[in-house]
């Protein structure tokens, strides 16, 4: 029996805006760069990436959703996409290459391509992440584009109980070709490459398409019911391995129940992200303007903080170096480094990504005002604000 919508009055349809998602994803960032600062008990900080993909996949799905059948589908989301995604990407990647072209020769810039392309998980998985070693980070933006390039024609192709079908399927096909690298070569295939992570995605999207067909307390319900299980089995597993094997990809990716470690990741943000959809009493406080603030510039803050924490390493040390008999206080340079992480990005913020935005919604405008043309695939509205990706 195919899927029917709920009554338009109960219907789960979250307003174009979430303020909760951008505070979700000013956790997920933070957990980012606490891991990369190797804080005590911060080792599962990484799971950061992981929300970030599940928020993805309920967005990225919403809007093409809500855009299929509008004019200039293809257009208007590739077109958006690059606006939001491409600018500052290509700016670091271009400077990356620039310095160690001219400091290291032509042979550091050899896998660069790669990059340009958002295939840096061929030479990364190959080379252990050792090849562009300020890049490394790069690879969640790899998977994330990927998924963009795919992910509209699987929309536009499938509808009610086949498009619930596939995501379905992509839930229980990504533990197995998780299970399926153990005795790979790489480590890093259980995680670093998109058919590893499709799950993460594939809860976001389903998701999206729950909340056109279930009521807003069943769509709570489900979203319990998701978190409670998932965040049982990470316990259970975290409490088996030891929090401190987390660290390292190398440590934990060859034991037999980790491919699970994602699944149960998945069902635990895809449980959060749903109630924050639903906007529950629980995930108001999300929409605390601090946090929604750091989530909107997050990006930003994810692309350049391996050259903020490098350069605030080097200029902390120096500092010690004159100053060897003066007490430093070990919060200095966390704090340094975070800092400047966020005023980093808060400047590329207003000077790149902000124009970026407006001429985005310039374009939106003038190819809702140009007739399409006949043969043209179908332009979508997508909602102004809280949607951009990191």
């Not at 206080?329 to 970026?356: D, N």
Request: hydrophobic share 50%.
């Amino acid at each position: 029996m195919a899927a029917t919508r709920t009554d338009q009055s109960d219907r789960c349809d979250a307003p174009s805006f979430i303020p909760e998602i951008d505070g979700l994803r000013a956790f997920a960032i933070l957990g980012v760069l606490l891991f990369h600062l190797e804080l005590p008990w911060c080792s599962l900080g990484w799971m950061g990436v992981e929300l970030f993909f599940v928020i993805s996949g309920f967005l990225i799905t919403r809007i093409l959703l809500a855009s299929r059948d509008k004019p200039r589908y293809f257009t208007t989301f590739y077109s958006r996409r690059t606006l939001r995604i491409f600018p500052i990407y290509y700016l670091v990647i271009t400077l990356y290459t620039l310095e160690m072209f001219f400091s290291h020769g032509r042979g550091a810039v050899r896998t660069m391509p790669f990059y340009y392309a958002y295939l840096q998980t061929i030479p990364q998985l190959h080379s252990g992440l050792t090849d562009a070693p300020m890049l490394i980070h790069t690879w969640t933006l790899a998977i994330e584009e990927q998924f963009y390039l795919l992910w509209p024609l699987a929309v536009l192709l499938l509808s009610g109980r086949k498009f619930l079908i596939a995501n379905v399927a992509i839930l229980l096909v990504a533990p197995i070709v998780r299970f399926l690298t153990l005795s790979a070569s790489s480590p890093y295939l259980i995680i670093g490459w998109l058919p590893a992570q499709m799950d993460l995605l594939g809860a976001g999207a389903i998701i999206a398409f729950a909340s056109q067909y279930l009521s807003v307390r069943s769509l709570r319900r489900a979203a319990m019911v998701a978190l409670a299980a998932g965040a049982a089995g990470m316990v259970i597993i975290v409490r088996h391995v030891g929090l401190e094997t987390f660290w390292m990809t190398t440590q934990w990716s060859r034991l037999w129940y980790s491919p699970l470690l994602l699944s149960a990741m998945a069902a635990t943000f895809a449980g959060i992200v749903a109630l924050a959809a639903s906007r529950h009493a629980l995930t108001r406080w999300l929409s605390w303007r601090p946090l929604t603030h750091y989530g909107k510039i997050s990006y930003g803050i994810y692309l350049y903080h391996p050259y903020a924490f490098l350069a605030m390493g080097q200029l902390f040390n120096k500092y010690k170096a004159a100053h060897p008999h003066m007490h430093h206080a070990w919060s200095m340079p966390i704090l340094l480094k975070l800092g400047c992480s966020y005023a980093v990005a808060l400047v590329s913020w207003h000077l790149i990504e902000s124009p970026m935005k407006r001429l985005k919604e310039r374009l939106t405008q003038w190819l809702r005002a140009t007739p399409p043309r006949v043969v043209d695939l179908p332009i979508f509205d997508e909602p102004d604000e809280g949607l951009e990706l990191t």
